[in-house]
């Protein structure tokens, strides 16, 4: 199994940017569908972007769609979540979430995927 720790939340500034870092260990993250799903205070877990599996089919939320991208570092194991242009709705626990089998309709769904991070805080606020 893959063990995923999320890195580099924050407070930030509306207008601003913030990178996420999520560190795969244990697999090779190229076998993994990896995702990041976010969750505000009295929300449910929301999808926010997702990469299928070696750096295959992209699938982004609307609410970040043109802000956000995903990248893949396959040689350090890593993924990053770009965040520009953040606004205070974008507030919330940032969890990288990793599973395998993913078919693309299901790419949104949490409960797709088995493995998951601790998440980590992004706050954005004047």
């Known amino acids: 199994q893959v063990q995923l720790v999320e890195s580099g939340g924050g407070l930030a500034q509306p207008g601003e940017s913030l990178r996420l870092s999520c560190v795969a260990s244990?697999?090779?993250?190229?076998?993994?569908?990896i995702a990041w799903f976010r969750q505000a205070p009295g929300k449910e877990r929301e999808f926010v972007i997702a990469s299928r599996r070696a750096a295959g089919t992209t699938s982004v939320a609307d609410s970040v769609k043109g802000r956000f991208t995903i990248a893949r570092d396959n040689a350090k194991n890593i993924v990053y979540l770009q965040m520009n242009s953040l606004n205070p709705e974008d507030t919330g626990v940032y969890y990288c979430?990793?599973?395998?089998?993913?078919?693309?309709?299901?790419?949104?769904?949490?409960?797709?995927?088995?493995?998951w991070g601790q998440g980590t805080q992004v706050t954005v606020s004047s």
């Open positions: 979430a990793g599973g395998t089998g993913i078919i693309l309709s299901s790419l949104r769904q949490p409960s797709s995927y088995a493995f």
């Open positions: 244990g697999r090779d993250i190229t076998t993994y569908s």
